[in-house]
């Protein structure tokens, strides 16, 4: 716009035309295939998954060149591109460009009208106006890859009051109050949740048995026999379910490892945006390793990868865990003083771009279980794993699928993985004194075509333990309850800050939080969907358990507004607790 006249059509002029045109299209080339493989993944456009694998390059480059030939895309791409601007320049798209004697005042307004559209779609248009449909997929479609994922980097936190459909504030913390204890016998004040937790029975102070806690990467609950699959993946899961406490009717808050991972250390509804596990100030927050810790454990929390992915390690390092993962060189932030342990080569017989296979990250969780033991010193140990998920590869030989075939793959060696786990574990002293609780973080196939897919938030749970009775637990819950009801198992007196609940209590009304980054839900056991979205709407929809079909129904009001009560709350709650950690820093 601003080139001056004497050199327009020089070779100057033609060379920086060119170079970025063809840096445009190669930009848009890469963008459809990039789209591609987003969609293959989560079957959706651009959203803030794809803004966090900004930050994650080692993970997420190692995983799409070991998923997919990118020594065939790559090239393919840079062809492409050469092909169309070979051809804009074979019929001289560019002819009226390099004669233009335009004075620069004109080429100038020309460039302040161009800007100002600009602005007006940066700013006039939402990426939400293309959500006109109830079916999620022709409401994706709609979009644009680039400006959905631009609308997503605006977009990782929301203010819940800014965005979303609110009652007053003492309204709903009542509500909340109401609904996690009976307020006649309870001295708290100010209807807040904190309260102490009294068992039904004598409390057993020596009660403390060992906790092997395993978060399972995309264990949907449709690969595992108990709930109807008929392709034999998950024998050991299946046969672990008949002898433990079996959660039927569980399910997740949300689609990512990270919401799972929020779900059950804070046990919170949640929150609009990113996981908390991914915010800033997530430090000292009031998570399941108090109760542990205030009973004397000693948590740990182990990753097969390296745990600056996500900021897991900020996360669990800064709420009272020692570290094991696979360091690739980050380094820990300042504020985190507990321990970091890196798994070495020597203890790795396989790995990808996620990390170790899941043998190797539970040999190094019997190691360590070993070591607590003789120090006589109980444990918690939060597990994740990574093997169940793309570009599903895991050591060979091990399962009848081989390595790197498909998801059932990845399903049976997890399984198997597992199997061994607990073989090894049964050798060691102290097996009979530890609970071992396997849950998944969320669902292989998160999206549907519903705003928040039901069915694709159905996961397994199992508590087994010498002391933990035989039962199928029918009723609808939710990942932020499994430490409640745990608790509760073990007769254990302590001051919480859950907003999850003991289901075996028979006061429990059963109820579900389920949510995207942009709706939130909650599930009532009438079958009523309550969704709250970012543009101040509630919905409440009726769901068909066989058919999944979510059907527009009249407000209920009560349910909605304990609905807005839970998440209203839940947001207020996390905010007080990073201001109350602010100020501390600052005294």
């Known amino acids: 716009m601003l080139f001056p006249k ?54 997420v480059v190692r995983n799409i060149n070991e998923s997919y030939p990118l020594v065939l895309l790559l090239p393919g791409m840079l062809l492409i591109s ?36 600009f602005l007006l ?22 979009k644009t890859g680039i400006y959905s994922f631009f609308a997503a980097f605006r977009s990782n936190e929301l203010d819940y009051n800014t965005f979303y459909p609110t009652i007053s504030k003492k309204e709903a913390q009542k509500k909340v109050a109401k609904d996690l204890f009976d307020l ?24 403390k048995p060992n906790v092997i806690f395993v978060l399972m990467e995309s264990m949907s609950a449709d690969y595992l026999e108990t709930f109807g699959n008929q392709q034999h993946l998950t024998p050991f899961l299946d046969s672990l379910a008949t002898q433990g406490m079996l959660f039927k009717n569980l399910y997740a808050t949300g689609t990512r490892t990270v919401r799972g991972m929020e779900a059950i250390a804070l046990s ?58 696979r360091g690739r060189g980050s380094v820990l932030s300042d504020q985190i003083h507990t321990k970091r342990t890196l798994i070495t080569d020597e203890e790795v017989q396989f790995e990808n771009a996620w990390g170790i296979c899941d043998e190797d990250i539970y040999q190094k969780v019997i190691q360590v279980s070993n070591q ?17 998920h793309k570009p599903y590869t895991y050591p060979s030989q091990k399962v009848i699928i081989p ?120 599930l009532f056991n009438d079958n009523k969907l309550v969704i709250l979205n970012n543009k101040k709407e509630c919905k409440t929809y009726k769901r068909n358990p066989i058919s999944n079909e979510l059907q527009l129904c009249k407000h209920d009001t009560a349910k909605e507004n304990l609905t807005k009560a839970y998440y209203q709350i839940a947001d207020l709650y996390y905010h007080q607790q990073i201001d109350k950690n602010r100020k501390k820093s600052k005294s």
Not at 21 to 45: M, S
Not at 127 to 142: F, G, H, K, L, Q
């Open 268 to 325: 919170i509804p949640p929150t609009p945006g990113s996981s908390i596990v991914k915010r800033p100030n997530n430090q000292n927050l009031h998570t399941v390793s108090d109760v542990f810790k205030q009973k004397g454990y000693q948590c740990q929390f182990f990753y097969g990868g390296d745990g600056y992915f996500d900021n897991m390690n900020v996360f669990f390092g800064g709420n009272g865990f020692d570290l094991y993962d």
């Open 6 to 59: 004497k050199y327009i059509g020089n070779w100057l002029d033609k060379s920086i035309i060119y170079f970025t045109t063809y840096l445009t299209i190669l930009l848009l080339v890469f963008t459809f295939f990039a789209e591609i493989t987003f969609w293959d993944e989560f079957h959706a456009r651009f959203n803030f998954v794809a803004v966090d694998y900004l930050i994650y390059t080692y993970e």
């Open 403 to 522: 390595s790197g075939t498909n998801r059932e793959g990845a399903v049976q060696y997890a399984d198997f993985a597992l199997k061994q786990l607990f073989n090894e574990a049964k050798k060691q002293a102290w097996f009979n004194q530890t609970i071992f609780i396997l849950v998944a973080d969320h669902c292989a196939h998160a999206a549907g075509k519903d705003e928040i897919d039901i069915k694709n938030y159905h996961i397994p749970g199992i508590i087994f333990g010498k002391n933990i009775a035989k039962q199928n637990i029918e009723l609808l819950c939710s990942q932020i309850d499994i430490f409640p009801t745990l608790f509760a198992q073990l007769q254990w007196e302590y001051t919480s800050h859950f907003f999850g609940k003991n289901v075996l209590d028979p006061s429990y009304q059963p109820r579900a939080f389920v949510g995207t980054y942009l709706h939130l839900g909650e």
């Open 82 to 117: 050469l092909v169309v601007i070979a051809s804009l320049h074979y019929f001289q798209f560019y002819k009226n460009s390099f004669q233009n004697q335009m004075p620069v005042s004109h080429r100038l307004s020309y460039y302040c009208i161009s800007v100002g559209i």
């Open 184 to 207: 006649s016998n309870s001295s708290q004040k100010n209807f807040w949740i904190e309260r102490k937790i009294t068992p039904t029975k004598e409390s057993n102070h020596n009660n």
């Open 372 to 388: 607590m033991h003789q120090k006589n010193t109980p444990f918690f140990h939060f597990v994740m794993t990574t093997s169940n």
């Open 121 to 142: 779609f940066l700013f006039g248009i939402h990426s939400s106006d293309a959500e006109w449909s109830n079916n999620r997929y022709v409401n994706e479609i709609n």
